[in-house]
């Protein structure tokens, strides 16, 4: 049995690395994306075994509205929205170029639990609930300047897609109001609605900052 098993294992590796023999593909042209994650790189691909199924909160339906109300499709006005497709777009574009970022709008807990590989948290209260001068220096990080009149230049400041538990989760819209709030230009944010969830759905590869260790 353990012969069995471990030539199952090494027979799904060897399916995952090579493109020609992948069961479950991104699209029949796409097999996997790379991006890194805290200075690793991480291949992004599905997971190859069809009978799969979620077993964590994920696969649950419903939850107690309010709090967890399905959010509306375009979350502010002028904010684009994109789904798996885009987002790996954008990795390999924007993010390859240390032009834009994807951002994890979820409480600490949530982020260190299970991510986006390459996402980095930015928990929606700080931007929510803080003054100008903490915005400041958040939107600095994120390569917006400040003129020598105290004005800030967004010119250079990244494009960003933001993203929460999914569509019963407002995490992500609080953090997109605060960010338009303190004028972060809308074309520059990029909603992804399916949010943690949606990717989880798709068995596309994650990425844990905490083990949770049990006792």
């Known amino acids: 049995m353990k012969k069995l098993f471990l030539l199952a294992s090494v027979t799904s590796l060897l399916m995952s690395n090579n493109p020609n023999t992948m069961v479950v593909k991104i699209t029949k042209d796409?097999?996997?994306?790379?991006?890194?994650?805290?200075?690793?790189?991480?291949?992004?691909?599905?997971?190859?075994?069809?009978?799969?199924?979620?077993?964590?909160?994920?696969?649950?339906?419903?939850?107690?509205?309010?709090?967890f109300c399905i959010q509306p499709t375009h979350v502010a006005e002028g904010v684009n929205n994109v789904e798996e497709l885009e987002i790996f777009d954008?990795?390999?574009?924007?993010?390859?170029?240390?032009?834009?970022?994807?951002?994890?709008?979820?409480?600490?807990?949530?982020?260190?639990?299970?991510?986006?590989?390459?996402?980095?948290?930015?928990?929606?209260?700080?931007?929510?609930n803080a003054k100008?001068?903490?915005?400041?220096?958040?939107?600095?990080?994120?390569?917006?300047?400040?003129?020598?009149?105290?004005?800030?230049?967004?010119?250079?400041?990244?494009?960003?897609?933001?993203?929460?538990?999914?569509?019963w989760c407002e995490q992500a819209k609080h953090l997109i109001d605060g960010m338009l709030k303190f004028n972060y230009p809308k074309e520059k944010l990029h909603y992804y609605r399916s949010g943690f969830q949606g990717w989880k759905l798709l068995g596309l590869t994650t990425v844990v900052h905490k083990e949770i260790k049990k006792h």
């Open 30 to 67: 796409i097999a996997s994306v790379q991006t890194k994650d805290s200075g690793r790189e991480v291949t992004i691909e599905r997971v190859q075994d069809t009978n799969n199924k979620l077993t964590d909160d994920y696969t649950k339906t419903s939850r107690a509205c309010p709090p």
């Open 90 to 128: 954008f990795m390999n574009d924007q993010v390859a170029k240390q032009v834009g970022v994807v951002i994890d709008a979820r409480l600490k807990r949530w982020f260190e639990l299970e991510t986006i590989p390459g996402a980095i948290n930015i928990p929606f209260p700080v931007v929510q």
């Open 132 to 167: 100008k001068a903490k915005v400041e220096r958040i939107f600095k990080l994120l390569g917006m300047k400040v003129k020598p009149d105290g004005s800030w230049d967004f010119s250079n400041a990244k494009e960003m897609v933001i993203f929460d538990n999914g569509v």
